[in-house]
């Protein structure tokens, strides 16, 4: 069983989620929680390191966020990170100070090789820093570990304490060796073994879900995305037959997918797998929808009325599952973060089915993590590492009326593009990347005749957390050959555009 935790105290920063991200990759469990955590409560949680993220704030604004000094005194090994090492020199006697302008972006730094987070790391090296105050004096008993040019203390340590401070953002892949520094944190000071690796999650959860819901009867809405698919699994190993899945087919899924959720978990893996074919349904409700919005309502409710209707053939059941993901649950150290709900597609199926509680096996998981998990399940790539899609699917690919001859255009279209994407050796590196129907028709000419289709545009982000996007810097070649394919292979292909717009101001999806 696992017994090492890490507690991230989150006062606010961006990096926060990347913060625990980073301790997870480095085999250490951890949660992210608001800094405002009860001593008692993190007594519980029996850290073996605490994390203080970076935040907004200054310390010497009038209710900047705080912690209990105690906290010090636990002989637990902490490290602070920009925010979180002004406070620590802060609170223990420092001198903070104010610069004039703020810095941002990458510096010069010398780290010292005595510290031990700097073991195996480069003396002279680039890091990453985002901060405007910044630490003029340590507190007594602190060494300085590492200077910029703007930061006489950009490092230090009270290695009698177990105290650490790195004004830099050791998170941010920019900060040369990071990952070394923060290695070192969890393995040489916490004393760190590793033990969170998601083989052991696995194996767990499976003996968990198997003592839990064993004799018990589960469902499943499963989507065809990547969570509600590896949590699906995950719970079938432990209790076989017992999970029913329902795959709701609404004629909205791209090129191929529908068939692969039958074949890869009906054929492959013998789960109890229902099919609602609903396509004729979704596509008679859509016809002559033309507004966004209607058309997510639309869809929303058909998907709840088609999964009720199966869930009444298979009767009361004991839980539910939902796909939730931790991203999902984490509250922020400024109050509830502002994430996408993976879940949300299924928000309403509580309501329509008869069961006694839902269950939700990968809460503790990042993405990142449920993609492995489904690996270790023996999930094909093409599952686990799906791209983000819309619940309404294709429906909001398409500008105005949905029609099927529009989206056989659009799957054809996007199937060319994952396919040149993935031989470009794209496909890990761009966040998501589709085609969408346009609702302007331009002239064109093939062959000898003249054709007037609708405008295919291509879209394709980098992104993080899908809240901010830039456009992918996509080279021309591989481009121009999806271009080149789409127009030979697609029908009511005449003209393709690339969509050059970032997040903000453009959304992600076009609708
Ligand atoms: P936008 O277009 O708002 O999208 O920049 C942000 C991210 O959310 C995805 N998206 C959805 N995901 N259900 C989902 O699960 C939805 O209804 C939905 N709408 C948009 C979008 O693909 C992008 O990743």
């Known amino acids: 069983m696992r017994h090492e935790k890490v507690l991230v105290l989150d006062f606010g920063g961006q990096y926060n989620q990347l913060i625990?991200?980073?301790?997870?990759?480095?085999?250490?469990?951890?949660?992210?929680?608001?800094?405002?955590?009860?001593?008692?409560?993190?007594?519980?949680?029996?850290?073996?390191?605490?994390?203080?993220?970076?935040?907004?704030?200054?310390?010497?604004?009038?209710?900047?966020?705080?912690?209990?000094?105690?906290?010090?005194?636990l002989g637990v090994p902490i490290l602070g990170i920009c925010y979180g090492c002004q406070l620590i020199a802060y609170m223990l006697g420092g001198e903070v100070a104010h610069a004039k302008t703020r810095e941002y972006g990458k510096s010069d730094i010398h780290y010292s090789a005595e510290s031990a987070l700097f073991q195996n790391v480069t003396s002279q090296n680039i890091c990453w820093m985002s901060h405007t105050d910044y630490v003029?004096?340590?507190?007594?008993?602190?060494?300085?570990?590492?200077?910029?040019?703007?930061?006489?203390?950009?490092?230090?340590?009270?290695?009698?304490?177990?105290i650490y401070g790195i004004q830099f953002h050791t998170e941010v892949h920019h900060t040369i060796e990071g990952e070394k520094i923060l290695h070192n944190f969890l393995y040489n000071v916490c004393g760190a073994t590793g033990d969170w690796t998601m083989a052991n999650f696995v194996d767990e959860q499976v003996a968990v879900?198997?003592?839990?819901?064993?004799?018990?009867?589960?469902?499943?809405?499963?989507?065809?995305?990547?969570?509600?698919?590896?949590?699906?699994?995950?719970?079938?190993?432990?209790?076989?037959e017992n999970l029913t899945s329902v795959f709701v087919d609404h004629g909205l899924l791209r090129k191929g997918e529908a068939e692969e959720v039958v074949d890869v978990f009906?054929?492959?893996?013998?789960?109890?797998?229902?099919?609602?074919?609903?396509?004729?349904?979704?596509?008679?409700?859509?016809?002559?929808?033309?507004?966004?919005?209607?058309?997510?309502?639309?869809?929303?409710d058909e998907f709840i009325k088609v999964f009720e209707a199966e869930a009444k053939k298979i009767g009361a059941v004991d839980f539910l599952v939902q796909g939730t993901i931790y991203p999902d649950v984490i509250e922020s150290g400024k109050g509830a973060s502002a994430v996408i709900k993976s879940h949300h597609n299924v928000g309403g199926l509580p309501s329509v089915v008869d069961f006694k509680e839902i269950i939700e096996p990968l809460r503790d998981l990042f993405k990142d993590e449920v993609r492995k998990v489904g690996e270790e399940l023996g999930l094909p790539e093409s599952v686990v590492q799906r791209q983000p899609f819309?619940?309404?699917?294709?429906?909001?690919?398409?500008?105005?009326?949905?029609?099927?001859?529009?989206?056989?255009?659009?799957?054809?279209?996007?199937?060319?593009?994952?396919?040149?994407?993935a031989k470009a050796g794209l496909n890990r590196e761009i966040w998501q990347y589709f085609a969408?129907?346009?609702?302007?028709?331009?002239?064109?000419?093939?062959?000898?005749?003249?054709?007037?289709?609708?405008?295919?545009?291509?879209?394709?982000?980098?992104?993080?957390?899908?809240?901010?996007?830039?456009?992918?810097?996509?080279?021309?070649?591989?481009?121009?050959?999806?271009?080149?394919?789409?127009?030979?292979?697609?029908?009511?292909?005449?003209?393709?555009?690339?969509d050059i717009t970032s997040k903000p101001p453009a959304t992600i999806e076009w609708e």
């Not at 198997?210 to 190993?237: E, P, W, Y």
């Not at 492959?268 to 596509?283: H, P, Q, S």
């Open 136 to 162: 003029k004096e340590v507190p007594s008993g602190f060494k300085v570990t590492a200077k910029t040019a703007t930061c006489p203390a950009a490092g230090f340590e009270d290695i009698e304490r177990k």
């Open 390 to 421: 819309p619940g309404p699917g294709l429906a909001i690919r398409i500008m105005g009326e949905v029609t099927e001859e529009k989206l056989q255009t659009l799957r054809d279209a996007d199937f060319i593009m994952r396919e040149e994407i």
């Open 266 to 300: 009906r054929d492959r893996l013998g789960m109890n797998l229902i099919k609602a074919d609903a396509r004729e349904r979704f596509l008679s409700r859509l016809a002559g929808v033309t507004d966004p919005e209607k058309k997510r309502k639309i869809i929303g």
């Open 436 to 498: 969408v129907i346009t609702s302007t028709s331009t002239v064109g000419v093939m062959g000898d005749a003249r054709t007037y289709e609708p405008v295919i545009a291509l879209r394709a982000v980098t992104s993080v957390d899908a809240m901010t996007a830039d456009w992918a810097r996509i080279p021309y070649d591989v481009l121009e050959k999806i271009s080149n394919r789409i127009i030979n292979e697609v029908a009511h292909a005449n003209r393709i555009v690339y």
């Open 20 to 73: 625990a991200r980073r301790v997870r990759e480095q085999n250490v469990y951890c949660d992210l929680v608001p800094y405002t955590m009860s001593m008692k409560k993190i007594r519980e949680y029996d850290p073996i390191g605490i994390i203080f993220t970076g935040g907004p704030n200054s310390v010497y604004e009038k209710d900047a966020p705080s912690v209990d000094p105690e906290i010090f005194r």
């Open 209 to 240: 879900l198997r003592k839990k819901l064993s004799g018990k009867k589960v469902l499943c809405a499963m989507s065809g995305g990547v969570d509600s698919a590896v949590a699906a699994t995950l719970i079938h190993r432990a209790i076989g």
